[in-house]
Nanobody, 125 residues
Framework: QVQLVESGGGLVQTGGSLRLSCAAS????????MGWFRQAPGKEREFVAA????????YYAESVKGRFAISRDNAKRTVSLPMNSLNSEDTAVYFC??????????????????WGQGTQVTVSS
């Protein structure tokens, strides 16, 4: 059974930082490209960041470039997302997602086969 479990969310003030983590089990993690998406209240789920399986290429939404940095640890089967300079627009539930292989479309929700339950990030002013 595939499980993706996110952690690290919470309440932070504008300008603060958080580090999200996603622990994977039940799949061949090193073969998976991994992504982070987020969904704010009343909005559609949107792409945040992704990292490919073997060559570890990274991809970012324009809104988070320079502030977020996705990374992975295949030995620990985890993917992390340190987030800096947070603002109110970053408030959302953040989801981890996994896809076997590299689809060439890392920013699309439909690319991903497995999803976590999400972790809440709230940025207060």
């Amino acid at each position: 059974q595939v499980q993706l479990v996110e952690s690290g969310g919470g309440l932070v003030q504008t300008g603060g930082s958080l580090r999200l983590s996603c622990a994977a089990s039940g799949l061949s993690f090193s073969m998976c490209s991994m992504g982070w998406f987020r969904q704010a209240p009343g909005k559609e789920r949107e792409f945040v960041a992704a990292i490919s399986s073997y060559d570890r290429m990274t991809y970012y939404a324009e809104s988070v470039k320079g502030r977020f940095a996705i990374s992975r640890d295949n030995a620990k089967r985890t993917v992390s997302l340190p987030m800096n300079s947070l603002n109110s627009e970053d408030t959302a539930v953040y989801f981890c997602a996994a896809h076997y292989g590299n689809s060439g479309r890392p920013t699309l929700l439909t690319t991903y086969d497995y999803w976590g339950q999400g972790t809440q990030v709230t940025v207060s002013s």
